[in-house]
Structures are given as structure tokens and as C-alpha cells.
């Protein structure tokens, strides 16, 4: 089954406590994304890539970091978390620039 | 760069009856249009999609658009809501030729009721 998935579901954590969440799509996808999603906001791009080795910002990509070292997966890093970093995040790939995305079910961080 | 306006943020209708999502766009050609729906605990998942060509789109589900230029609109419609369509509804503009560039609305939150 054609999927992207994203571990964990949920995860609570303190502020600083780095933090790594994983992302992985089976379609041989060569472009990923990273989005958050928060109340009257939607949905905000923190980074994307375009293939193995090339990312680039988003509109929100302070305090995230992500590495692209294997086309499938496309893990969200963030060094030392803060209380604004708590939202829903969202893996999404697609196969070409504009193609419709698929997403990934989400990761529901907080951060105290 | 784009912009996608969803003046919504509630919408409330009656099982059996018709909807009609709102979604604006700000772009100074032609984008791509898409709607995705995301159901509680899921992720988003895409309803249709608009590039080029006939303005009226058909998508999964019952779902269909208008693409309408004049108007910078891009509407999704439903002729009949099931309690199934309980969800939120996200607009999208992607620019052509720019990478990845998709810019999402703050979404339409649809209740239905029996």
C-alpha cells in the first residue's frame, strides 16, 4: 500500500530535549515536505526537498532542521524544542513539483 | 507569491442538503487549485485537483469545483452532504514551475447534522 508514514503519533516532551521525527514514504517519491498545522493558521511549509541531499526553507523554518540522506525518508529535527514548536506536523511527498501531495497521518508534539 | 483565502472557518448543513465551500485565491496567472480533506486523527487527503483545462472538475466522493478566473474563485460543491463529510476542508494554490510552493488556506470545519 502506497503510504507515507510518521513515528511517532504522539509525543510530549520538554522544552530543550532534542527530538527527531521520522518520516518515510514507499513511492519513490522524489519530493518531501514538512508542514505544521495550528488552529486559524493551517497549514505552514517548514521545509521541503527536492531529491537525495537538497533541501530548502520553508515559510517557517526557524528552529527545525531536516536531512535528506536516502530518497524515502526525510526526518524533522528539532535541536531543542520550545512551547511554540507544540502543533500537529504533517510528512507530505509527492512524485513531481506540483503533484497533488500525500500525507503522512500526522505527529501531535508538545512541548512544557 | 500566492494567497488562499477561505472565508469559512464553520460551516453547519443538514444531512441531505447541499454545500458549497468558499475558497479565494491571490496569483497573477493561473494556478494549481486543490482541495484536500482531512478527517479527525488523519492526515489530508486530496478531494481534486485543478491545472488546466475544463473549469469544472470532478473529484472522489461526490466532490466537484469551479474554477473561475474572473472571480479568482475555486468553490467546492456537493449536490448532497452525508455524515460522513463531517471534516475540515483545506484550499490550496500551487505556483506552476515553482517548486513545492503550495499555499493552504486555514480550512473550512464542515458539521453535519441529522
Keep these: 500500500e502506497a503510504q507515507v508514514t510518521q513515528n511517532p503519533r504522539y509525543l510530549i516532551t520538554v522544552t530543550g ?29 517548514i521545509y521541503y526537498s527536492m531529491n537525495v541531499e537538497v533541501t530548502d526553507k520553508g515559510d517557517v523554518p526557524e528552529g527545525y532542521k531536516v536531512s535528506r540522506k536516502e530518497k524515502r525518508n526525510f526526518p524533522l529535527i528539532l535541536e531543542s524544542p520550545s512551547p511554540n514548536q507544540t502543533s500537529l506536523y504533517f510528512c507530505a511527498s509527492s512524485s513531481t513539483q506540483n503533484s497533488p501531495l500525500h500525507f503522512g497521518n500526522g505527529t501531535r508534539l508538545t512541548v512544557t | 507569491a500566492q494567497s488562499v483565502t477561505q472565508p469559512d472557518i464553520h460551516i453547519t448543513v443538514s444531512e441531505g442538503a447541499s454545500l458549497e465551500l468558499r475558497c479565494n ?82 480550512g473550512t470545519k464542515l458539521q453535519v447534522i441529522p
Design chain 2, 25 to 106: 485565491y491571490s496569483y497573477g496567472a493561473t494556478p494549481y487549485l486543490f482541495w484536500y480533506v482531512q478527517s479527525p486523527g488523519q492526515g489530508l487527503q486530496l478531494l481534486l485537483k485543478y491545472f488546466s483545462g475544463d473549469t469544472l472538475v470532478q473529484g472522489i466522493k461526490g466532490f466537484e469545483a469551479e474554477f473561475k478566473r474572473s472571480q479568482s474563485s475555486f468553490n467546492l460543491r456537493k449536490p448532497s452532504v452525508h455524515w460522513s463529510d463531517a471534516a475540515e476542508y483545506f484550499c490550496a494554490v500551487g505556483a506552476p514551475g515553482g517548486y513545492q510552493k503550495v499555499t493552504f488556506g486555514i
Design chain 1, 17 to 45: 530535549k532534542k527530538l527527531t521525527v521520522t518520516c518515510s514514504q514507499n513511492m519513490n517519491h522524489e519530493y518531501m515536505s514538512w508542514y505544521r498545522q495550528d488552529p486559524g493558521l493551517g497549514l505552514r511549509q
